[in-house]
């Protein structure tokens, strides 16, 4: 039965749960989705690291994260703004603005702290259903790129780098309602970015993620899930600053649905991988026009 309530993924890995059959933006329909992804991250190193971070809409943004020989302890909050439109009932296009508030403790010698309000990345993308749910799963597919995103050099040094990052992604789910079993993977492909003779080239991540939503009522849902996840080599300076390396998180959520235009979400998930732990909530409003 369609009115079972199902995870809402615009590119890569979204955490929003709404109705199968609106997966999809409505041919000629906008929707506008507000999010708020809170992650904190406790890491130590001793050279200036990236770190890319997988925000509630779905992509990928990178954190400045600034170290000497230190432990740090960061909050970091992303806004998103996403807005999508239906070409027709199988495909779609969106474009993802982020922007982000971080608050950074260090730990050595002395004890300092930095706060930092910006901008992140313009992506753009689509998503397209080759396959609707019958009596087989379907089958969906997107990818998106980051038209502009700002790469943190150093503490005084940023840049704005163009289609630098790309995404690719593919969903299946299938309804035994009133539960649905949904399977995401994707890839993120990270180039090398360049300023005055640096360089920074952040390992490309590779996760597959298989989750359970189960309609509580016709307006809630309730989801959990666990994720692997590979990332590549991250390289400063084309010296290899974090090796390579695999992890296995969880998920758990709720979403509800306020009426036909409006779904709210909340999730929360634990990722600790092979270079820092990291505790992520999410909060999304989908606002359908």
Request: aromatic share 14%; hydrophobic share 35%; charged share 20%.
């Amino acid at each position: 039965m369609k009115k079972t309530l199902l995870l809402l993924l615009p590119i890569l890995l979204s955490a929003k749960a709404v109705k199968v059959d609106e997966i999809l933006t409505e041919k000629n329909k906008l929707k506008l989705e507000t999010s708020i992804s809170y992650a904190n991250i406790k890491k130590k190193e001793n050279v200036i690291s990236p770190i890319t971070y997988q925000t509630s809409s779905g992509n990928y943004v990178n954190i400045p994260t600034y170290l000497g020989v230190s432990a740090t302890n960061q909050d970091y909050i992303n806004y998103g703004f996403n807005l999508k439109y239906g070409i027709n009932k199988d495909f779609e296009v969106f474009t993802n603005l982020n922007l982000f508030t971080s608050d950074i403790r260090i730990s050595d010698a002395s004890f300092s702290s930095k706060s930092e309000n910006d901008f992140n990345s313009l992506n753009i993308g689509f998503t397209y259903q080759i396959k609707e749910e019958d009596e087989r799963a379907s089958f969906l597919v997107g990818a998106s790129t980051d038209v502009m995103e700002r790469i943190s050099f150093g503490i005084n040094n940023k840049k704005d780098l163009n289609f630098k990052s790309y995404s690719f992604f593919a969903i299946s789910y299938y309804t035994v309602d009133p539960i649905v079993f949904l399977l995401k993977a994707s890839y993120r492909l990270n180039l090398e970015k360049k300023d005055n003779g640096q360089s920074i080239e952040s390992g490309d991540i590779f996760s597959i993620s298989p989750n359970i939503y189960f309609a509580v009522n016709p307006y809630t849902s309730i989801n959990w899930g666990i994720k692997y996840q590979h990332e590549g080599k991250d390289k400063v300076n084309f010296s290899v600053v974090d090796n390579s390396g695999s992890s296995v998180g969880w998920l758990i959520g709720t979403s509800y649905e306020f009426d036909s235009q409006m779904t709210l979400s909340l999730d929360v998930e634990k990722m600790d991988t092979n270079d820092y732990p990291s505790d992520n909530i999410y909060l999304a409003i989908s606002y359908k026009f």
